[in-house]
């Protein structure tokens, strides 16, 4: 139904992938999501009329990508499903700054155009970073991570139980809109009314925490203390400190060095 | 209304993480000194919850389009602002992660935006006092919902705006933007508020108790030391960003050929047609890169 389907086959994907073995999915969370974070930093920090110095940062997802076994194709299609609200904002740069500020030949191009353009390939940097880090590291990585970072254990864990539930709680919502649907004879469809889905909110929730209470009672059985431990040793390796050395100090070039402007003025003046 | 990584700048990101941050680690803390770990599993089940009921899209009367509930305000009606908070900043974690829904950088000012407003200001300083203590289900608590679901969309959608603004990098005039997102907000406002209210009611009359508020909420200095540290943060970025200029105004003046109006001629062609002929060299260079690694991964593989 509508988006239930979506959301399971969205994170069923991801999760399936981030279990592969690939010399990506080696690496320590903990290095993976820092150097993400510097790799978003790096790219947001790039004044607004900037488009040919970003494109040498697409080199970090496109190789994440490739060597983690990431087809290119899911990560472009996250892209364009999440992009309407950065497309919305975005589109009215060029509305608004029309003083031209690059002629390609005789053809004046805007600032306006300019910044929506660096908007759209920002934001296609950054969301298949995040992808790319998800599928390579799995939830559980990322969590761990989090806590050895020094996120309250609590918040850890807490994410752990939301993940596990979210697929029963999915299909639970959607075997309550199918019932739904089969006893409104057509009312009403394709969706509820506000009535309706009230009540329907309503007897999920007690539902849940019905589920929550025995969910609760089978881990105090188990000897759920509330923390979460688990046999995994995670250390950093030579190769991790390794990666993230290369990575941070190449997005440190490549945030101050043009290489697009240079080998095009390389390849431009040559021409002549 | 999810933010994204695109339209802000590190120094906002940095300032919205810093301020988040501090309300989970406030929060953690408060659950963890007034219940028993009992809440842990409880309020992740619970968190769950949120993302099953924004499946749930129902008809918005009077427009024809269809919509899905937040769930802050109700998690907090039911569970307390700290339970509720912890509740929605995880649920946005994962959104954040696996949909990809706003990005890591935003993710401090979604936790913000679609988070603390409803758990921490329209909770505790509109729907309590207008209720009071009393668990009734009549016009009062319907009048309440709505008048905190209202308002915390409200300051959730001037958040956006001003998140916007700081960053610089949309160009939408301030007035522009706010007088787009404000009434879109109040009718989702009043939708969420209705949808909220009769959830409420009808959990109520299945005989559901909520967890009182703990009493002698430290606001005050939760409040202050938010402000403090997400100002120190943002302060710290920016004072960074502006050190910082040299290779950034040296890499402008190669993309646009020198700033202010471009003159036709020979030398202002190359100059301006260079960083396009470089930029799809790099990307070709870089896809091509990509292919032929993940060729070998499989071939290893």
Redesign the interface.
Same mark, same amino acid.
């Given at each position: 139904m509508l988006k239930a389907g979506h959301l399971n086959f969205d994170i069923t994907a991801l999760d399936r992938l981030s279990c592969a073995e690939s010399p990506a999915h080696r690496l320590d969370a903990r290095v993976k999501l820092l150097t993400a974070v510097a790799f978003i930093v790096c790219v947001v920090s790039f004044p607004k009329h900037e488009v040919s110095g970003l494109m040498q940062f697409f080199l970090y997802p496109v190789m994440m990508a490739a060597v983690g076994g990431i087809p290119f194709g899911l990560v472009a299609r996250k892209v364009i499903v999440v992009s309407p609200f950065a497309l919305m904002v975005g589109a009215f740069n060029p509305f608004f700054d029309t003083a031209p500020a690059v002629s390609i030949g005789s053809v004046a191009i805007s600032g306006g155009w300019l910044s929506f353009a660096s908007i759209m390939i920002r934001f296609a940097l950054t969301v298949s970073t995040a992808v790319i880090l998800i599928s390579t590291t799995s939830f559980h990585g990322v969590c761990r991570a989090l806590e050895q970072l020094g996120a309250p254990a609590a918040f850890a864990t807490q994410l752990l139980v939301l993940y596990r539930y979210l697929f029963v709680l999915g299909d639970e919502s959607r075997r309550m809109l199918r019932a739904f649907e089969a006893r409104s004879f057509g009312e009403g469809a394709p969706t509820p009314g506000m009535k309706t889905v009230s009540h329907l909110i309503g007897a999920l929730f007690l539902r849940t925490v019905s589920r929550a209470g025995r969910i609760h009672a089978a881990m105090t059985a188990r000897g759920f203390d509330g923390e979460m431990r688990t046999m995994r040793q995670d250390r950093i390796r030579l190769s991790d400190a390794l990666f993230a050395a290369l990575a941070i100090s190449a997005f440190v070039v490549m945030r101050t060095m043009n290489i697009a402007a240079i080998a095009g003025s390389l390849v431009t003046e040559g021409a002549r | &209304?999810?933010m +994204? @990584?695109?339209? #802000?700048?590190?120094a906002v990101?940095g300032a919205f993480w810093a301020a988040s941050?501090s309300a989970?680690?406030y929060s953690?803390?408060k659950?963890?000194r007034e219940t @028993?770990?009992?809440l $842990?599993?409880?309020?992740?089940?619970?968190? +769950? =919850?949120v993302?099953?009921?924004? &499946? #749930?899209?129902?008809?918005?009367?009077g427009t024809g389009s269809?919509g899905h509930?937040g769930g802050g305000l109700?998690l907090a009606i039911?569970l307390g602002p700290h339970a509720a908070f912890?509740?929605m900043?995880?649920?946005l974690? $994962?959104q +954040?992660? %696996? %949909?990809? @829904?706003g990005?890591?950088?935003a993710l401090g000012c979604n936790i913000w935006n679609l988070g603390f407003y409803s758990c921490f200001v329209a909770y505790p300083l509109i729907y309590r006092p207008i209720t009071g203590n009393a668990a009734g289900n009549g016009r009062k608590h319907v009048f309440a919902a709505v008048v905190s679901a209202i308002a915390a969309l409200q300051l959730g959608a001037f958040s956006v705006v001003l998140q916007?603004m700081f960053s610089?990098?949309?160009?939408?005039?301030f007035k522009? =933007?706010f007088s787009f997102m404000q009434p879109v907000h109040l009718a989702i406002g009043i939708?969420e508020g209705?949808?909220?209210?009769?959830?409420?009611?009808?959990?109520r009359k299945?005989g559901?108790h909520e967890n009182s508020l703990p009493a002698g909420l430290a606001y005050k200095r939760l409040a202050w030391g938010i402000i403090a540290v997400a100002l120190f943060t943002g302060g710290a970025l920016s004072w960074f960003?502006s050190t910082l200029p040299d290779?950034?105004e040296?890499?402008?003046e190669?993309?646009?050929?020198g700033?202010g109006?471009?003159a036709?001629g020979a030398g202002? *062609?190359? +100059?301006?047609?260079?960083?396009?002929?470089?930029?799809a060299?790099? *990307?070709g260079a #870089? *896809?091509a890169?990509? %292919?032929? $690694?993940?060729m070998l &991964?499989?071939k290893n593989?």
């Open positions: - | &209304m999810h +994204a @990584d695109a339209l #802000i700048s590190p990101g941050l989970i680690a953690s803390r659950l963890k @028993d770990e009992k $842990v599993p409880l309020t992740g089940v619970l968190a +769950a =919850f993302f099953a009921a924004q &499946m #749930i899209n129902f008809t918005i009367p269809s509930i109700l039911l912890i509740a900043a995880s649920v974690v $994962v +954040a992660l %696996f %949909f990809a @829904d990005g890591l950088l916007t610089g990098v949309s160009e939408l005039p522009v =933007f939708v209705a949808v909220t209210a009769g959830a409420v009611a009808y959990i299945a559901w960003a290779g950034l040296w890499s402008i190669r993309t646009t050929g700033s109006p471009a036709s202002e *062609l190359a +100059a301006s047609t260079a960083p396009i002929v470089g930029g060299i790099v *990307l #870089i *896809l890169a990509g %292919f032929l $690694v993940s &991964m499989k593989a």
